[in-house]
Protein backbone atom coordinates (compact mmCIF):
# COMPACT_ATOMS: atom_id res chain seq x y z
CA UNK A 1 0.00 0.00 0.00
CA UNK A 2 1.50 3.20 -1.16
CA UNK A 3 2.21 5.92 2.23
CA UNK A 4 2.07 9.60 1.75
CA UNK A 5 4.06 11.11 4.62
CA UNK A 6 3.67 15.08 4.61
CA UNK A 7 5.18 18.05 6.65
CA UNK A 8 5.86 21.54 6.88
CA UNK A 9 2.48 22.72 8.12
CA UNK A 10 2.12 24.98 10.85
CA UNK A 11 0.71 28.68 11.73
CA UNK A 12 1.82 31.73 9.37
CA UNK A 13 1.29 35.33 9.43
CA UNK A 14 -0.71 37.10 6.77
CA UNK A 15 1.42 37.94 3.63
CA UNK A 16 3.74 34.93 4.93
CA UNK A 17 4.93 31.97 3.33
CA UNK A 18 5.40 28.06 3.73
CA UNK A 19 6.80 25.30 2.14
CA UNK A 20 4.87 21.81 2.15
CA UNK A 21 6.65 18.62 1.45
CA UNK A 22 5.49 14.97 1.15
CA UNK A 23 7.17 11.70 0.15
CA UNK A 24 5.39 8.94 -1.18
CA UNK A 25 6.72 4.95 -0.11
CA UNK A 26 5.94 1.85 -1.71
CA UNK A 27 5.08 3.24 -4.67
CA UNK A 28 4.90 0.17 -7.28
CA UNK A 29 2.33 1.13 -10.26
CA UNK A 30 4.24 4.05 -12.73
CA UNK A 31 3.94 6.39 -13.89
CA UNK A 32 1.52 8.70 -11.70
CA UNK A 33 1.05 12.24 -11.03
CA UNK A 34 1.91 13.64 -7.17
CA UNK A 35 -0.03 16.97 -5.90
CA UNK A 36 -1.27 18.72 -3.25
CA UNK A 37 -5.55 19.25 -2.31
CA UNK A 38 -6.71 21.02 1.07
CA UNK A 39 -9.98 21.14 2.76
CA UNK A 40 -11.02 24.15 4.95
CA UNK A 41 -13.73 23.56 7.36
CA UNK A 42 -17.18 23.17 6.53
CA UNK A 43 -15.92 23.34 2.64
CA UNK A 44 -15.46 20.85 0.09
CA UNK A 45 -12.15 19.33 -0.87
CA UNK A 46 -10.24 21.31 -3.94
CA UNK A 47 -7.30 21.55 -5.92
CA UNK A 48 -4.11 23.46 -5.02
CA UNK A 49 -1.45 21.70 -7.43
CA UNK A 50 -0.37 18.49 -9.09
CA UNK A 51 2.91 17.90 -11.26
CA UNK A 52 2.57 14.99 -13.74
CA UNK A 53 5.92 12.27 -14.29
CA UNK A 54 7.14 14.80 -16.41
CA UNK A 55 7.01 17.67 -14.24
CA UNK A 56 4.04 19.30 -15.88
CA UNK A 57 2.20 21.60 -12.97
CA UNK A 58 -1.23 22.41 -13.02
CA UNK A 59 -3.09 24.79 -10.27
CA UNK A 60 -6.08 25.28 -8.51
CA UNK A 61 -7.75 29.01 -9.55
CA UNK A 62 -7.55 30.36 -6.13
CA UNK A 63 -3.54 29.70 -5.78
CA UNK A 64 -2.12 29.52 -9.05
CA UNK A 65 -0.70 32.75 -8.61
CA UNK A 66 1.02 32.22 -5.69
CA UNK A 67 2.12 28.75 -5.49
CA UNK A 68 4.81 26.41 -7.23
CA UNK A 69 4.38 22.71 -6.79
CA UNK A 70 7.74 20.73 -7.67
CA UNK A 71 8.48 16.99 -7.94
CA UNK A 72 11.46 15.05 -7.66
CA UNK A 73 11.14 11.59 -9.27
CA UNK A 74 14.24 10.26 -8.10
CA UNK A 75 13.15 10.92 -4.29
CA UNK A 76 9.32 10.03 -4.71
CA UNK A 77 8.62 13.83 -3.46
CA UNK A 78 6.44 16.61 -4.08
CA UNK A 79 6.52 19.83 -2.60
CA UNK A 80 4.60 22.81 -2.72
CA UNK A 81 5.53 26.58 -2.09
CA UNK A 82 3.48 29.10 -0.71
CA UNK A 83 3.85 32.48 -0.93
CA UNK A 84 1.48 35.81 -0.07
CA UNK A 85 -0.64 33.55 2.37
CA UNK A 86 -4.12 34.77 3.24
CA UNK A 87 -6.31 33.74 6.32
CA UNK A 88 -8.52 31.98 3.51
CA UNK A 89 -6.04 29.75 2.82
CA UNK A 90 -6.14 28.00 6.78
CA UNK A 91 -6.76 24.60 5.74
CA UNK A 92 -5.89 21.05 5.91
CA UNK A 93 -3.66 20.69 3.17
CA UNK A 94 -3.71 16.67 1.88
CA UNK A 95 -1.28 14.68 -0.33
CA UNK A 96 -2.11 13.19 -3.26
CA UNK A 97 -1.03 10.79 -5.69
CA UNK A 98 -2.66 8.80 -8.61
CA UNK A 99 -1.77 6.12 -11.31
CA UNK A 100 -4.40 6.68 -13.87
CA UNK A 101 -5.19 3.80 -16.24
CA UNK A 102 -7.96 3.14 -19.04
CA UNK A 103 -9.49 1.26 -16.53
CA UNK A 104 -9.57 2.54 -13.26
CA UNK A 105 -7.49 5.34 -10.98
CA UNK A 106 -5.23 4.49 -8.26
CA UNK A 107 -5.49 6.74 -5.67
CA UNK A 108 -3.83 7.46 -2.21
CA UNK A 109 -4.07 10.15 0.06
CA UNK A 110 -1.68 11.29 2.96
CA UNK A 111 -3.03 11.93 6.81
CA UNK A 112 -3.08 15.65 6.11
CA UNK A 113 -0.62 18.57 7.97
CA UNK A 114 -2.94 21.62 8.93
CA UNK A 115 -2.37 24.90 7.70
CA UNK A 116 -3.69 28.30 9.66
CA UNK A 117 -2.71 31.60 8.28
CA UNK A 118 -3.73 34.09 11.28
CA UNK A 119 -2.04 36.96 12.98
Known amino acids: QVQLVESGGGLVQPGGSLRLSCAAF????????MGWYRQASGKERELVAT???????RYGDSVKDRVTASRDIVRNTVSLQMNSLEPEDSAVYFC?????????????WGQGTQVTVSS
Open 26 to 33: KVIRTPYI
Open 96 to 108: YLVHRTLSQDYDY
Open 51 to 57: VDSGGVA
